[in-house]
């Protein structure tokens, strides 16, 4: 979605001239960007590989993720196994691979459902405003005086980690807090002019929320979402480094870390490199592409 | 500004009283297993009989609600319960516990401040130069890698290359002061390397903030020195954001305690948590819940009031 929005971002609605010229348009357009916005297109660059290679896993990776093999053990780089293989003589490369895509499903999986539960939230509590949103920023209060990390070992530790749970419970952690950024700008929109005049040709509430204010929040939902995106695969990776990601055999970036590989890490040093290079570039990519995409969506915010 | 610390301890009792109301409820019913029962199958009670005593014991009989007024009222008087599988009291155990990891995260966040807000000055300081955009593209990087993987290479290749691991038996601060300081110092370092990433950033903007004032042009036009301006003029009018900014920063800090203790194998009260959650330790998770809870809230009021201090405006404005 990103990479075929990005550049209209830029030239605003280019008229169609023939395909042609439209496709160098659009080379252009993608060119001035690249040149604008040099580290935010590398991060969408990055993203993408990462994107592409977690979606396609089991038609790129070279083994399955589970084959173990007690010949190949341990073994370093090599053309048959590009990262190496691991105790069991599973393929790293396939592992990280895999664990990428459990991350990235889990993570965006969350954030979706954490951004809806924060927008929906957002209006209600920001477009109505008086004793209801009082309370609602009362009770998100409370909330968030609890560190994230912290609710999720002990909820996940509680009720056992598997994907489905690890996405409600992040999401459940994560919505309050987005909730608060949305709201304030909500806060803001709801006063404009434009939703005047939606009241004054007679919208109700419903359509006065979702038809005026959601368009006009909406970027802000977008570029929050992106560098939420950045710091949920990180708590993901901390709660798998700690035990609680999903249950193995499947690969889990940060459970490949965790202190039961670390007499293997010793004798395969290269088993400790992998996933943290990989956890790293994706934290990395998304947070650039996130600032680079707030400059674009809203200039206003430009440098903040 | 008593009067002002005053308004804002009050303010935050509903909060605090929310945190209860919030961390026992959850625990107690959105959990689908009763950590009570599983912890009493574990434990030596497997006639119902037995079972009913020691519910008694924890005061875990009648409804919920009349279990969370009594819980309340044995919180207020410092008491957290005790811990059902080493009976010992959740009370001491904590109190013996926080030392150690207000010691990682405080130190943490003194290392970390000490590196980032000169490299974020130098990085206003010399603007669209070839040091800022170093500092500012490691910035992204400081706040992209993972705190617990450049904790793991430590470990690898630390026993690699210098056959060197963390010791295992914990020296108390007060015990064995250089003991402790040397085992804890690495893991401090490296816990201060994430929030160092938003701290440049944030140092770096504000700074540039300020040296569009008219007072910096005063200072300048008055003829003092560049050394002069920065330290006396801009760093101190750019504190007020930074004291936010650590506030901020604090429930990631925490969480890394978290982890660090995990990894270091120190006796904080992350490794307490962590412990007990897997034991379905009800009152440990409960208690230790609570501490990060109340941690966090107080920082807040801490923030504010350091607001107070620093910027009398709003002290001002707040009667």
Do not use: C
């Not at chain 1, 053309?79 to 003589?89: A, K, R």
């Not at chain 2, 950590?35 to 005061?59: C, M």
């Not at chain 2, 903030?209 to 750019?238: C, I, P």
């Amino acid at each position: 979605m990103a990479s075929s929005r990005a550049p209209e971002v830029a030239v605003g609605q280019a008229p169609a001239f023939g395909r042609a010229r439209s496709a160098r348009r659009y080379a252009r357009a993608t060119w001035r960007l690249i040149r604008r916005k040099p580290l935010g297109m590398a991060g969408l660059l990055i993203l993408l590989v990462v994107a592409f290679g977690a979606l396609f896993a089991p038609v790129i990776a070279p083994y399955s993720y589970d084959q173990t093999r007690f010949t190949s053990r341990l073994l370093s780089p090599s053309w048959s196994h590009p990262f190496g293989t691991d105790n069991l003589g599973r393929d790293t490369f396939t592992r990280i691979l895999y664990g990428a895509r459990v991350s990235l499903g889990i993570s965006a999986g969350a954030v979706v459902l954490a951004k809806s539960i924060a927008t929906v939230i957002a209006i209600t509590s920001g477009f109505y405003g008086g004793w209801l949103d009082k309370l609602g920023q009362r009770l998100v209060d409370i909330w968030i005086a609890l560190p994230t990390l912290i609710i999720l070992v002990t909820l996940i530790g509680m009720i056992g980690s598997s994907p489905g749970s690890l996405v409600a419970i992040i999401a459940l952690a994560n919505a309050p807090g987005s909730s608060r950024v949305i709201r304030s700008v909500v806060v803001s929109v709801r006063e404009e002019p434009y939703v005047e005049a939606g009241r004054a040709i007679g919208a109700n509430d419903a359509r006065l929320m979702f038809r005026y204010i959601l368009p006009n929040i909406a970027h802000i939902v977008i570029y929050s979402s992106t560098v939420t995106l950045g710091s949920v695969i990180l708590i993901v990776a901390s709660l798998g480094f700690l035990g609680y990601g999903v249950p193995p055999p499947h690969p889990d970036l940060g459970g490949m870390l965790s202190g039961d590989g670390l007499t293997f890490m010793r004798r395969q040093p290269w088993l400790a490199v992998w996933p943290g290079v990989t956890i790293t570039l994706v934290v990395f990519a998304f947070n650039v592409f996130g600032d680079a995409l707030r400059d674009l969506l809203d200039p206003r915010l430009r440098g903040s | 500004m008593s009067k002002y610390l005053v308004q804002r301890l009050v303010l935050s009792v509903p909060t605090v009283l929310g945190l209860t109301i919030l961390i026992f409820f959850l625990l107690r019913t959105v959990i689908p297993i009763d950590a009570v029962d599983f912890a009493f199958a574990s434990a030596e009670a497997s006639d119902p009989k037995r079972e009913q005593e020691l519910r008694e014991e924890f005061g875990l009989t009648g409804p919920l609600p009349v279990q969370y007024v009594r819980w309340l009222g044995r919180i207020l008087s410092g008491d957290f319960g005790s811990s059902f599988f080493t009976g010992k009291s959740v009370t001491s155990e904590l109190l013996h516990r926080i030392p150690t990891s207000v010691e990682l995260g405080v130190g943490a966040l003194t290392l970390s401040l000490f590196i980032a807000v000169p490299l974020g000055l130098m990085s206003a300081a010399k603007q669209d130069s070839l040091p800022d955009y170093a500092a500012r593209g490691s910035a992204i990087l400081f706040y992209a890698v993972p705190g617990f993987w450049v904790a793991t290479l430590v470990l690898v290749f630390g026993s690699l290359w210098f056959n060197w691991a963390p010791p295992i038996k914990y020296r108390p601060l007060w015990e064995d002061p250089i003991a402790n300081l040397r085992q804890v110092a690495l893991p401090m370092l490296i816990l201060g390397l994430s929030p160092i990433g938003t701290q440049i950033r944030l140092v770096r903007t504000q700074v540039l903030e300020v040296l569009r004032q008219d007072y910096v042009r005063t200072a300048r036009a008055k003829g003092l020195g560049t050394r002069e301006v920065y330290f006396r003029h801009v760093l101190r009018n750019s504190m007020l954001p930074i004291v936010t900014v650590v506030g901020l920063q604090l429930p990631g800090v925490v969480a890394g305690t978290v982890i660090f203790e995990q990894i270091f194998v120190l006796p904080g009260v992350g490794r307490y948590l962590l412990d007990s959650v897997q034991r379905l330790d009800l009152y440990v998770i409960m208690a230790t819940n609570l501490f990060f809870g109340f941690l966090l809230v107080f920082a807040n009021i801490v923030v504010d009031v350091s607001y107070a201090f620093i910027d009398p405006r709003i002290r001002l404005t707040s009667r």
